[in-house]
Nanobody
């Protein structure tokens, strides 16, 4: 059984910062990609940032230069540092990971989501 647990969401003023964390736990053999998605009310879920095992990363144009994704392979953890936050960044943020379990079965896993609200 593999689980992803996010933390770090909350309310922040425009221009502020938050750091999201996602920890994968369970019978993990290897973690391939780790990503952050977000979904605002009435909108489709969108990819915010992703990182693979060699450290290569990619970002949505809307967050480039403001958000940074990082991972700790030993701890199966991914972080999302969000700076210069804007009201339009408000959404539920979801962690997503491609993981091979010790059973050698591959799966695509999702966390439960954490709310980020940017408002004065």
């Amino acid at each position: 059984q593999v689980q992803l647990v996010e933390s770090g969401g909350g309310l922040v003023q425009p221009g502020g910062s938050l750091r999201l964390s996602c920890a994968a736990s369970g019978s993990i053999f290897s973690t391939y990609y780790m990503r952050w998605y977000r979904q605002a009310p009435g909108k489709q879920r969108e990819l915010v940032a992703g990182i693979v095992s060699d450290g290569s990363s990619n970002y949505a144009d809307s967050v480039k230069g403001r958000f940074t994704i990082a991972r700790d392979n030993a701890k199966n953890t991914v972080l999302l540092q969000m700076n210069s936050l804007k009201p339009e960044d408000s959404a539920v943020y979801y962690c997503n990971a491609g993981i091979m379990a010790t059973s050698l079965r591959r799966g695509d896993y999702w966390g439960q989501g954490t709310q980020v609200t940017v408002s004065s």
